[in-house]
C-alpha cells in the first residue's frame, strides 16, 4: 500500500505551474526572425493574486560579414501589471574566435523605466 506520509500532487495542485508558448522563426540567408506567443498559469504554492502571464516577442538578427545586429521587442501581462521589453545588440568578428559583443536592454515593469547596457569580449576556440 501507500505510506501515509506520501504526499500526492493532483492536476491542479498547489504549486503547479501550466504553459505553453508558439514559436515560428524565418531564416533566409543572413537574416533570420523570429515570432512568441505565450501564456502561463503560475500557481507560486497557492499565492493570492492573479498569476496569469500571457506574452509575446518578435525579434530580427541580420550579418554582413564580421558585423551582426540583433534586435527584439516583447510585450506581456502578469499579475494585472504590464510588462515591455526591447533589445538591440551586436557583435563585431575582430579575430578569428574572437569578438566584440555591445548590447542595450530595455524593461518596463511595474511603473518602472529601467535601461542597462553591456559589453564583452569573447573568444572561442
Not at 526572425?33 to 496569469?52: F, K, M, P, R, T
Not at 515593469?109 to 569580449?121: K, L, M, P, R, Y
Amino acid at each position: 500500500g501507500e505510506d501515509p506520509g506520501d504526499t500526492i500532487t493532483a492536476v491542479g495542485a498547489p504549486g503547479d505551474t501550466y504553459g505553453a508558448a508558439v514559436v515560428g522563426e524565418m531564416i533566409y540567408a543572413s537574416f533570420l526572425a523570429d515570432v512568441q506567443l505565450g501564456y502561463e498559469n503560475i500557481d507560486l504554492d497557492n499565492q493570492s493574486g492573479d498569476n496569469d502571464h500571457a506574452f509575446g516577442s518578435v525579434g530580427m538578427q541580420y550579418k554582413e560579414g564580421a558585423y551582426r545586429f540583433s534586435l527584439e521587442g516583447g510585450l506581456g501581462r502578469y499579475d494585472g501589471d504590464d510588462r515591455r521589453s526591447a533589445a538591440f545588440g551586436s557583435q563585431v568578428d575582430v579575430a578569428r574566435g574572437m569578438s566584440l559583443n555591445l548590447g542595450v536592454n530595455y524593461v518596463y515593469e511595474n511603473d518602472d523605466d529601467d535601461v542597462t547596457s553591456i559589453g564583452s569580449v569573447r573568444y572561442e576556440f
